[in-house]
């Protein structure tokens, strides 16, 4: 058990964490932080957290156990605020969707404190944001990616792995350059053609009567681009170059489709076609809620 958790950030990925931890008896106290005071101010009168901080720096003061769940773009400039009272003893985590950037803010904050941090991405979420959202169930058999770098204390990765197993996660664990490779391919780039896919429905002239006659497929496959603009703003822009790359791999396989769209090779469409069906028919993600 932690004697405090210090909860920064506290939005629908902090939130649960902190509703979570409180279920499993994982922690006697949650002090939060959120950049908007109302935030922090709504988690408190929701039960998200036991007291309010007025800073980040505060809500570590005297935790052992840290969870920052800002933007991605803000995490250098979190950790810079909160190195100071980060010791070997503190579990410092993260759950931020893209981990070299982050990796890499976190050596440049924390230097020789870089030992009690261990990178960690949650693949789960839901299409709404804010603490109103939180979910102690969030966590429940998802897997939770953890990305440990030469530093990182073997302790504090077993106890990183410990926390987030006793939360219903299935943890996996992975180099930050493997991961970010991984979710362009699996996560970013899906919600790149949903936001895309949308843009290119509204902007026609008959766009908004198209939306009027979609059905539940079109809800199945646009369901993503209702998510957080915030924060998939921020995870194009930090993990770019895979992103690119993976956006290059889908135009190949697009632009040959049209081809043989436009060549009526019924045969070379119903090959593509029949592939994606089996490989999509044969995937199975153990549980259904959205990830990130």
């Given at each position: 058990m932690f004697e405090q958790l210090g909860l920064i950030g506290c939005g629908l990925m902090g939130g649960s964490f902190a509703l979570a931890c409180k279920r499993a008896?994982?922690?006697?106290?949650?002090?939060?932080?959120?950049?908007?005071?109302?935030?922090?101010?709504?988690?408190?009168?929701?039960?998200?957290i036991d007291q309010e901080a007025s800073s980040a720096l505060m809500a570590v003061?005297?935790?052992?156990?840290?969870?920052?769940?800002?933007?991605?773009?803000?995490?250098?400039?979190?950790l810079k605020a909160v190195k100071g009272l980060i010791t070997p003893t503190t579990l410092l985590m993260d759950v931020g969707s893209t981990k070299r950037d982050v990796v890499d803010a976190a050596r440049r904050a924390l230097r020789e404190q870089m030992g009690s941090f261990v990178p960690c991405h949650p693949i789960t979420g839901k299409e709404v944001a804010g603490v109103e959202h939180a979910d102690a169930n969030l966590y429940i058999d998802q897997k939770i990616v953890l990305t440990p770098v030469e530093k990182t204390l073997t302790a504090q990765l077993k106890r990183a792995t410990a926390l987030w197993a006793a939360l219903g996660g299935k943890v996996v664990t992975m180099s930050p350059d493997?991961?970010?490779?991984?979710?362009?391919?699996?996560?970013?780039?899906?919600h790149l053609i949903a936001f895309a896919a949308i843009n290119a429905i509204i902007r026609q002239p008959q766009g908004n009567?198209?939306?009027?006659?979609?059905?539940?497929?079109?809800?199945d496959?646009?369901?993503?681009?209702?998510?957080?603009?915030?924060?998939?703003?921020?995870?194009?822009?930090?993990?770019?170059?895979?992103?690119?790359?993976q956006s290059q791999f889908f135009r190949e396989n697009l632009l040959?489709?049209?081809r043989m769209i436009e060549n009526s090779?019924?045969?070379?469409?119903?090959?593509?076609?029949?592939?994606?069906?089996?490989?999509?028919?044969?995937?199975h993600m153990g549980a259904d809620k959205p990830g990130r």
């Open positions: 008896g994982l922690v006697k106290r949650v002090v939060g932080y959120s950049k908007s005071p109302s935030t922090t101010e709504r988690a408190r009168q929701l039960g998200v003061s005297g935790s052992d156990l840290v969870l920052v769940a800002v933007p991605v773009a803000a995490t250098e400039a979190t493997a991961h970010d490779a991984a979710f362009a391919a699996v996560s970013h780039l899906p009567e198209y939306l009027d006659l979609a059905g539940p497929g079109f809800r496959f646009s369901r993503i681009a209702a998510s957080d603009p915030q924060v998939w703003h921020d995870i194009f822009a930090t993990n770019k170059a895979q992103l690119l790359e040959a489709m049209e090779d019924r045969a070379g469409l119903m090959q593509q076609i029949a592939q994606a069906s089996a490989t999509r028919a044969a995937w």
